[in-house]
């Protein structure tokens, strides 16, 4: 594994304490709400929307707080977010890109700035990594659904363009404008998937020695922190043996 899925899997191992999952929700919910407030309120038609659904369930957000984000879109009042993506170096010359839903662009910008300086990065122009990554819609499963072969071969049947599967799930990667396809035809055959998003896929992963890792995963760790940052992505690989340390 590599990037942003072995980062992620260190976290969900990590579990998660009141005070991060109440923030989680947060930005769950901040998400519903502008999905559903740049379409229509009906998962079924918003294909945002229903990919802020699904990643809110897969982290058990209560049914209420997800009908109440809804609701906030259609009430017409409450904030107004702001879509932003930031991008920059972290340690080892690691691309990083940040995406993240602010009220006020000038605290978050200079959030994110500071955040960078201080974990031994720094903050770039917007496109001076995004070339080094594909922005690919990702569908994601458990590992428990379908064994390897059977999700490789439903994957590509359905149209997608490459499988990764691992202990920790099923990860099929497919264009963006094949996204809701893709992803409907295999929920028919194994159910929801716990995750259907557009995302920032490295086009290759650089190897870090443990000490710029853990650096740099403790700047991921500060940037998904922030309270306006939804997604962070970066280009990179580090040791088994850092894993299971950042896991501890």
Same mark, same amino acid.
């Given at each position: ?10 976290? @969900? ?38 990919? #802020? ?41 690691? #691309? ?38 594909? @922005? ?11 064994? #390897?072969? +059977? ?18 799930? @099923? ?7 094949? *996204? ?23 086009? +290759? +992963? ?9 650096? *740099? ?13 939804? @997604? ?8 088994? #043996? ?7």
């Amino acid at each position: 594994m590599a990037g942003h899925s072995q980062f992620k899997n260190i976290m @969900h191992r990590k579990g998660r304490q009141d005070a991060v999952r109440s923030k989680l929700f947060g930005k769950l919910a901040r998400e519903i709400t502008v999905s559903a407030k740049l379409g229509l309120p009906d998962p079924d038609m918003n294909p945002r929307l229903r990919a #802020a659904i699904l990643a809110a369930r897969a982290e058990n957000m209560p049914k209420d707080n997800i009908e109440r984000a809804i609701k906030k879109a259609q009430g017409g009042d409450g904030e107004n977010y702001d879509e932003v993506r930031y991008e920059g170096y972290g340690p080892g010359g690691i #691309a990083v890109i940040v995406e993240a839903l602010t009220d006020n662009r000038n605290r978050t910008a200079s959030d994110v700035r500071s955040v960078f300086s201080k974990n031994g990065g720094n903050l770039a122009e917007t496109g001076a990594v995004s070339f080094m990554f594909d @922005h690919v819609g990702l569908v994601e499963f458990a590992p428990e659904v379908a064994d #390897a072969e +059977t999700m490789f071969e439903a994957a590509l049947d359905a149209g997608a363009d490459d499988v990764v599967s691992s202990e920790g799930g @099923h990860e099929i990667y497919v264009s963006q404008d094949r *996204l809701g396809e893709v992803a409907k035809a295999l929920e028919t055959k194994f159910g929801e998937p716990r995750k259907a998003a557009l995302v920032w896929k490295p086009q +290759t +992963t650089l190897p870090l020695q443990d000490l710029e890792g853990e650096r *740099l995963l403790r700047l991921i760790e500060s940037l998904e922190d922030h309270d306006d940052v939804q @997604h962070v992505y970066a280009n990179f690989e580090v040791s088994d #043996a850092l894993v299971a340390k950042m896991s501890a």
